[in-house]
């Protein structure tokens, strides 16, 4: 029997107030797992980043399944990437009167989920009934 067609489905999460690199710490715990592993992996994980980086996969799985119709047993993460965002340039105060410049980065998530179309079952056909004689 021939393999289904696998599709991919994207999600993005733009401008996560936290540094890439921290972020792609926790995306690198789960990068080519099954989704429901990662999101079970993310929610015992005792780091800020694990709950952007489960909300951007629970919402490319919400996408695979609600918007293209892909069964939610076959999803696992294609692609999962993190890239550095904008960052903010801001002061510090220091002593005699000096501003200490620093950067408050950001993070753009990517994820992709792969999988395939769930099988929706025809109705069955209805059995002929006989016609009814009509009561006087």
Not at 27 to 41: E, H, K, N
Not at 50 to 72: C, P, R, T, W, Y
Request: aromatic residues 2%; positive net charge.
């Amino acid at each position: 029997m021939a393999e289904a067609q696998r599709f991919t489905v994207r999600a993005h999460i733009k401008g996560v107030d936290q540094t890439p690199r921290k972020v792609s710490i926790v995306a690198s715990l789960v990068r080519g797992r099954s989704v429901a592993d990662a999101l079970v992996i993310l929610d015992h994980t005792p780091r800020r980043a694990a709950l952007a980086v489960k909300k951007a996969i629970a919402s490319a799985q919400a996408n695979a399944i609600n918007n293209h119709g892909l069964d939610a047993r076959s999803l696992d993460i294609h692609t999962l990437s993190v890239t550095a965002g904008p960052r903010m340039r801001r002061y510090k105060p220091a002593s005699r009167g000096r501003a200490q410049p620093f950067q408050k980065r950001s993070s753009h998530i990517l994820v992709e989920v792969s999988g395939v179309v769930k099988q929706v079952k025809k109705p069955a056909k209805k059995a002929d009934k006989p016609a009814k004689e009509e009561e006087k």
